[in-house]
């Protein structure tokens, strides 16, 4: 593996945090069949080759809870075939910031395909924009009362530094 986005057989791994990720279960019309339908937004900020890409939607067939060290509980992995592009989509708008109707019902969208190893790229660039602008120390108490980190990540710094203290040279003293 590749870091938290990186690419493992032929697939290009992208990490979203929980908020951008949606899952609705629905019954195929044909069939009767449960089906769920992913459906990931990006967010604002994620620049390809110039265009701002955030708010826009696309549909991945699998979404994964996280198994990277370098994320926490609440984020979700989506593998990609690293050789087809992303089909991105979203409502075109009024001035009025309002969907503008198709006629049929609907809404019209407007669509765009994005590689998805420049998608990787732009999200990493984004999301470290966001960090340096917004960015505090993980371990700070945070404005609703809870701590930084979640409980899971607290236990497992504490464990990691008690291994590591110094002095120590008998493993049943750390």
Not at 10 to 20: A, D, K, Q, T, Y
Request: glycine content about 10%; aromatic content about 8%; charged content about 35%.
């Amino acid at each position: 593996m590749e870091g938290p986005e990186g690419k493992r057989r032929g697939r290009v791994w992208l990490s979203f945090h929980e908020r951008f990720v949606r899952r609705a279960e629905y019954a195929d019309r044909e069939t009767g069949e449960e089906r769920v339908l992913n459906t990931v937004t990006l967010p604002s900020g994620t620049v390809v080759d110039g265009t701002d890409y955030g708010g826009w939607q696309f549909h991945p067939r699998y979404v994964e809870p996280n198994h990277s060290k370098y994320h926490d509980e609440h984020w979700r992995d989506v593998p990609l075939p690293a050789g087809r592009v992303v089909r991105l989509s979203r409502d075109v708008l009024d001035a009025d910031g309002s969907p503008m109707p198709d006629g049929e019902g609907g809404s019209q969208r407007e669509f765009a395909e994005v590689d998805p190893a420049r998608l990787r790229l732009a999200l990493v660039e984004s999301r470290r924009r966001w960090y340096e602008q917004n960015g505090r120390d993980r371990t700070e108490a945070r404005d609703d009362g809870t701590d930084g980190l979640s409980e899971r990540a607290q236990g497992a710094r504490a464990a990691s530094e008690a291994i590591g203290r110094p002095g120590a040279t008998n493993p049943q003293e750390r």
